[in-house]
């Protein structure tokens, strides 16, 4: 008897296995999940993602963070991957050098924990998954939670050179500000500019205290998404009364729409 245990405990589960198992008690979904038919917009509503974000989101602890790096490694192979083993733990931040904070208006967001002096690293991109396959892309997001996948939404970003990548780290909890005096959604204060080029380098000096915000239009291409067989984002999804979505009585802002400016 303790040799049966023994031998069913190591059996090998398979790649399929894996990826169905965060769906496994509903197959009908994981197939639309893995449908090339299906577009964004339609995954956002098979895993009822407004219902998930329309609320005070989670700030992601360490092992929250692991579990999407070891997904992600999962779905497209070690030797794709864009995440080393030894970037499982940690964020492209350093120790302490950032705190995430819910803003009053736009929900998580970061915040310098020390100065930065300008054209200095803020922050190092070695933990973004990155996808050249729409179908290893739907892999990933048939892995995880679907709260999780709703989250990957908001801060994928797509472009024709690179596919498509996702910071698996704090870095997601970056802010947009426009870089031009034309604010493209409503919810782009006028007061707001970035202080980060590229999401990464520091553009002026920052303060301890200060939040953290970047561009998505200087790494975001608009067309990047359909070219990976994704569909794409329907234009409902970003009308002016979608910018936002409601926290608590707050908005959260929307990352996906990186892809739109």
Known sequence: ???????????????????????????????????ETSTLSDMWRLLDCDTKQAKKLPIH?????????????SSIGYPDSTIRYNNIYGNGFGVGAIEVKHHPLKG??????????????????????????GILYRKFLASIPPYLACDVFQWAYSGK??????????GSFINHASSSDTKNRDWESGNESPNLVGGSIASRDIEIGEELLTDYSEFAELDGWAELGLGGWDEEEYDDDDDEQEVDGNSEETKSAKSEL
């Open 108 to 133: 998580r967001a970061v915040y310098a924990n020390r100065s930065f002096k300008k054209g200095g690293e803020v922050y190092l991109n070695d933990f973004s998954g990155c996808f050249e396959d």
């Open 61 to 73: 602890n360490e092992s929250t963070w692991a579990l999407l790096r070891g997904s992600y490694i």
């Open 161 to 170: 050179s690179y596919g498509v990548c996702v910071d698996l780290d704090e």
């Open 1 to 35: 008897m303790l040799l049966a245990i023994i031998i069913i405990s190591i059996t090998p589960i398979t790649h399929s296995q894996l990826y169905e198992k965060g769906y496994e008690s509903d197959k009908e979904l994981y197939d639309k999940l893995m449908d």
